[in-house]
Structure formats: structure tokens, C-alpha cells
């Protein structure tokens, strides 16, 4: 739990570095805000990152074996990348940050395959509740770190400063990488988990094990469930702050609250969805937190209908930050136990750049949706487009049975 905690607040660090902090620094340095507009694109690394995740299951780094050392390697290239932010102006030089965010991004994207590798490979099935929960409230910190507290940074020492100080702080990762605990090299039958013998095999036998256990067109199902899933809280949250700035709240005051309250439930929502998660099954954690999930919107909705309330406003975003970090416990676990640890590090690279494809795709209509329709109904129909995600679940992840259930579900299964 020490270790996914460190690694979690190690994963979350990037992040901000190549978004909300660096457009801050440009926007500050006075750059054009169609640039900066298009600096986003420096993190496509992260949607894509499935391509080349194959590398890290065939290829086992010469220390600390296939898990920790890939977290090793990427940390060393991470820390030199953001530290080397500190050098450049982005009015003097701007071609040059912008290759060294798509660095940082890339060295992101593959930190983060090998994190959620370790991570599923090392949690048994009673720890997975505990595990999410803490993983989440690391990356959460992390996130506070490198937005809230790096702008208040950068006005006390320089943007420079802001990132040789993140670079520092990548170095706890890099000890918890060389301290954690190595997975189980045997599975539940004692086989030994080894890694695929070719890279043919690396890219092919993911797919054939993931269908060979779940069959065709369950398998879709399943794919498709997790696209469909978390859609009407994507929805929502893409839309939240332009809907509360049009209502009449101070952007002060949205930040704040957002910020604190909002962050601080989410993370409690977090804690509680792993506790709540490792007595009742991922199964029953996926309707409840689900349900749940899909209600919170309707909180949005209940003060679209009276507009400026300012605790109707506190309870609202409460409401949907608790919900939504219930749903993303429930969420991670159900997507840990579809992995084979031969694959983990592919087949969930797969399964998490869908969910990327809902966060960034499936819900980029939602400012068109929330001006034909205004926001009431906005936030009625973010409601409904959460249910048929939950229609599915009696599929894959009835209620009676504690963990989804796919026909040869064993790690030790030959392809």
C-alpha cells in the first residue's frame, strides 16, 4: 500500500506539467492563445500509448525485473525531461518546449503502462479494494501539487524553479521503484507467469487471451461497456465550470470550492469506494457506485433549475466529486481484473486508452449538446446517458457474483 501510494503521486506528477501548469506559464510569458491552444496536442502520447505497450510485456529491463525496471527507466528519462523545462523561455524558444512537453507526455504515457501493470500484477483479489483507493489518493495529491500549489509556487520562486521542483519530487518514485515489492513470478496454480517469447507474441496473444477468455461477442460487450460507462460524468465534468460561470458564480469562488471541497471529496470518495469495494466484490460495486454515479449529475440539474444557490452550488459539486470518486474505485478494479499478468501491461494500455476515447472523444459534443438544449436538460440527459452503461452489467457482472466472471478465466491459461 506504501509503494501504490508513492507510485500513484508518481503517475499524477506529469500531468499538469504539460497542461494547466504549462499553459499557465505561457499564458503569463504573453504567448498567443491559438499556440497555446495547440500545445494540447503534445499530450496525444497518452490516447496512444497502447502501441507501444507491447514493448514493456516482451522486453525485461536487466534489474528489478519487468515491472519495476521499466518504472526505473522512465522515471531517470522523466526527471531529466521536466528538469530540462527549466531551461528554455517560451517566448525565446517555444519549438523547443514544445518538444520537450511531447517527451514529458510519451515518458508519461509509457510511466503509466508500467505503473498499471505493477499495480494489477501485484494486488491479490482481497487487497484490490485498498489498492485502488490508495493508488487514486496518491495521484490526487499529485495532481494538487503540480496545479494549485505549482502556480502559488511560481509566484514565490520562478516558473523554472516550478519545474526543477517537480523533478525533485519525480525522485520519490524513483525510490519507491527500487524499494517496492516485486509481483508474484507464479500464478494462483503456481505457474510461472512468464513474459511472451516474441514480440509478435507481445502484440498478438493479448487479444487472443482476452477473447479466447471472455468470448467474441461478450468481449464487445465488455469493450463497449467501458466506453459507456463513465460517458455521463465526462459529459458533465467537461461542462461543469462554463455552467457555473454562465450562472453567476465568481470564478474565485467556483476555484476554491472546486478545488478544496471538490478535491477533498473526491479523494474521500476514493478511499471509501476501495474499502466499500473489498466487502461487497467489484460486481456490486460497479451497480452501486454506477448508480450512484449516474444520479450525482442530477445534482447539477436540481440547480440548473434554481439557479445562482450558493449551498445548492457546494452540494452539487460535493455530490458529483463523492460519486465520481466512487465510480472510478469500482471502475479501476473491474478493469485490473480483466488483465492476465502475461499481458498486463498491453491489455490494459488497451483498456484504459478506450476509457481515454470516452473522456476525450465520445464527450467533446457536449458544448454543442449543452447550447441546443440549455442547461437543465443538459444535465437531465448527462443522466441518462449514463444508464445504458449500467443496462450491460447484468451481462458480464451480475449482482450474486462478487468479481466479473469470463469463461477460462485463468493467468495460467495457454493461448
Same mark, same amino acid.
Given at each position: 500500500?506504501?509503494?501504490?501510494?508513492?507510485?500513484?503521486?508518481?503517475?499524477?506528477?506529469?500531468?499538469?506539467?504539460?497542461?494547466?501548469?504549462?499553459?499557465?506559464?505561457?499564458?503569463?510569458?504573453?504567448?498567443?492563445?491559438?499556440?497555446?491552444?495547440?500545445?494540447?496536442?503534445?499530450?496525444?502520447?497518452?490516447?496512444?500509448?497502447?502501441?507501444?505497450?507491447?514493448?514493456?510485456?516482451?522486453?525485461?529491463?536487466?534489474?528489478?525485473?519487468?515491472?519495476?525496471?521499466?518504472?526505473?527507466?522512465?522515471?531517470?528519462?522523466?526527471?531529466?525531461?521536466?528538469?530540462?523545462?527549466?531551461?528554455?523561455?517560451?517566448?525565446?524558444?517555444?519549438?523547443?518546449?514544445?518538444?520537450?512537453?511531447?517527451?514529458?507526455?510519451?515518458?508519461?504515457?509509457?510511466?503509466?503502462?508500467?505503473?498499471?501493470?505493477?499495480?494489477?500484477?501485484?494486488?491479490?483479489?482481497?487487497?484490490?479494494?485498498? %489498492?485502488?483507493?490508495?493508488?487514486?489518493?496518491?495521484?490526487?495529491?499529485?495532481?494538487?501539487?503540480?496545479?494549485?500549489?505549482?502556480?502559488?509556487?511560481?509566484?514565490?520562486?520562478?516558473?523554472?524553479?516550478?519545474?526543477?521542483?517537480?523533478?525533485?519530487?519525480?525522485?520519490?518514485?524513483?525510490?519507491?521503484?527500487?524499494?517496492?515489492?516485486?509481483?508474484?513470478?507464479?500464478?494462483?496454480?503456481?505457474?510461472?507467469?512468464?513474459?511472451?517469447?516474441?514480440?509478435?507474441?507481445? *502484440?498478438?496473444?493479448?487479444?487472443?487471451?482476452?477473447?479466447?477468455?471472455? %468470448?467474441?461477442?461478450?468481449? *464487445?460487450?465488455?469493450?463497449?461497456?467501458?466506453?459507456?460507462?463513465?460517458?455521463?460524468?465526462?459529459?458533465?465534468?467537461?461542462?461543469?465550470?462554463?455552467?457555473?460561470?454562465?450562472?453567476?458564480?465568481?470564478?474565485?469562488?467556483?476555484?476554491?470550492?472546486?478545488?478544496?471541497?471538490?478535491?477533498?471529496?473526491?479523494?474521500?470518495?476514493?478511499?471509501?469506494?476501495?474499502?466499500?469495494?473489498?466487502?461487497?466484490?467489484?460486481?456490486?460495486?460497479?451497480?452501486?457506485?454506477?448508480?450512484?454515479?449516474?444520479?450525482?449529475?442530477?445534482?447539477?440539474?436540481?440547480?440548473?433549475?434554481?439557479?445562482?444557490?450558493?449551498?445548492?452550488?457546494?452540494?452539487?459539486?460535493?455530490?458529483?466529486?463523492?460519486?465520481?470518486?466512487? %465510480?472510478?474505485?469500482?471502475?479501476?478494479?473491474?478493469?485490473?481484473?480483466?488483465?492476465?499478468?502475461?499481458?498486463?501491461?498491453?491489455?490494459?494500455?488497451?483498456?484504459?486508452?478506450?476509457?481515454?476515447?470516452?473522456?476525450?472523444?465520445?464527450?467533446?459534443?457536449?458544448?454543442?449538446?449543452?447550447?441546443?438544449?440549455?442547461?437543465?436538460?443538459?444535465?437531465?440527459?448527462?443522466?441518462?446517458?449514463?444508464?445504458?452503461?449500467?443496462?450491460?452489467?447484468?451481462?458480464?457482472?451480475?449482482?450474486?457474483?462478487?468479481?466479473?466472471?469470463?469463461?477460462?478465466?485463468?493467468?495460467?491459461?495457454?493461448?
Amino acid at each position: 500500500m506504501a509503494a501504490l501510494v508513492s507510485l500513484g503521486f508518481a503517475s499524477g506528477l506529469p500531468y499538469n506539467l504539460t497542461r494547466e501548469t504549462l499553459t499557465a506559464w505561457m499564458t503569463v510569458a504573453g504567448v498567443d492563445l491559438g499556440t497555446i491552444g495547440w500545445f494540447n496536442l503534445a499530450n496525444l502520447p497518452s490516447t496512444v500509448k497502447f502501441l507501444w505497450s507491447p514493448l514493456l510485456d516482451r522486453y525485461v529491463p536487466p534489474f528489478l525485473g519487468r515491472r519495476r525496471g521499466w518504472m526505473l527507466l522512465t522515471q531517470l528519462a522523466l526527471i531529466v525531461a521536466i528538469a530540462a523545462m527549466a531551461f528554455y523561455q517560451p517566448t525565446q524558444a517555444l519549438q523547443l518546449l514544445a518538444v520537450n512537453a511531447i517527451v514529458i507526455a510519451f515518458l508519461s504515457a509509457t510511466q503509466d503502462i508500467a505503473i498499471d501493470a505493477y499495480r494489477t500484477d501485484v494486488l491479490e483479489e482481497r487487497e484490490v479494494g485498498a %489498492g485502488v483507493a490508495i493508488w487514486v489518493l496518491g495521484y490526487r495529491v499529485a495532481l494538487l501539487v503540480t496545479g494549485a500549489l505549482a502556480l502559488i509556487w511560481a509566484n514565490r520562486l520562478s516558473w523554472q524553479g516550478v519545474y526543477l521542483l517537480m523533478a525533485a519530487l519525480m525522485g520519490l518514485g524513483l525510490l519507491t521503484s527500487i524499494l517496492s515489492p516485486e509481483p508474484e513470478s507464479r500464478d494462483r496454480q503456481g505457474n510461472i507467469i512468464s513474459a511472451p517469447q516474441t514480440l509478435r507474441d507481445a *502484440v498478438q496473444l493479448p487479444f487472443q487471451d482476452f477473447f479466447a477468455r471472455s %468470448g467474441l461477442w461478450r468481449g *464487445v460487450l465488455i469493450l463497449i461497456f467501458i466506453l459507456l460507462y463513465k460517458v455521463g460524468d465526462y459529459l458533465a465534468v467537461v461542462m461543469t465550470t462554463p455552467f457555473l460561470i454562465q450562472t453567476g458564480f465568481p470564478i474565485e469562488a467556483i476555484g476554491a470550492i472546486r478545488g478544496g471541497m471538490g478535491l477533498l471529496a473526491t479523494i474521500v470518495g476514493g478511499l471509501l469506494g476501495g474499502a466499500v469495494l473489498s466487502q461487497i466484490g467489484i460486481n456490486r460495486s460497479l451497480w452501486l457506485f454506477g448508480g450512484l454515479q449516474a444520479v450525482s449529475n442530477l445534482a447539477y440539474f436540481a440547480l440548473a433549475l434554481a439557479g445562482q444557490n450558493y449551498p445548492l452550488m457546494v452540494a452539487a459539486i460535493n455530490i458529483e466529486n463523492f460519486c465520481a470518486g466512487l %465510480g472510478t474505485a469500482a471502475f479501476l478494479g473491474f478493469l485490473m481484473s480483466l488483465c492476465n499478468p502475461r499481458f498486463s501491461a498491453t491489455q490494459y494500455a488497451l483498456l484504459s486508452s478506450l476509457v481515454a476515447v470516452s473522456r476525450e472523444v465520445i464527450a467533446s459534443p457536449a458544448g454543442e449538446i449543452a447550447k441546443a438544449t440549455g442547461w437543465a436538460w443538459f444535465f437531465f440527459i448527462t443522466f441518462c446517458a449514463a444508464l445504458p452503461g449500467l443496462l450491460l452489467l447484468p451481462i458480464f457482472a451480475p449482482w450474486n457474483a462478487s468479481s466479473p466472471s469470463l469463461p477460462g478465466d485463468d493467468p495460467s491459461d495457454e493461448v
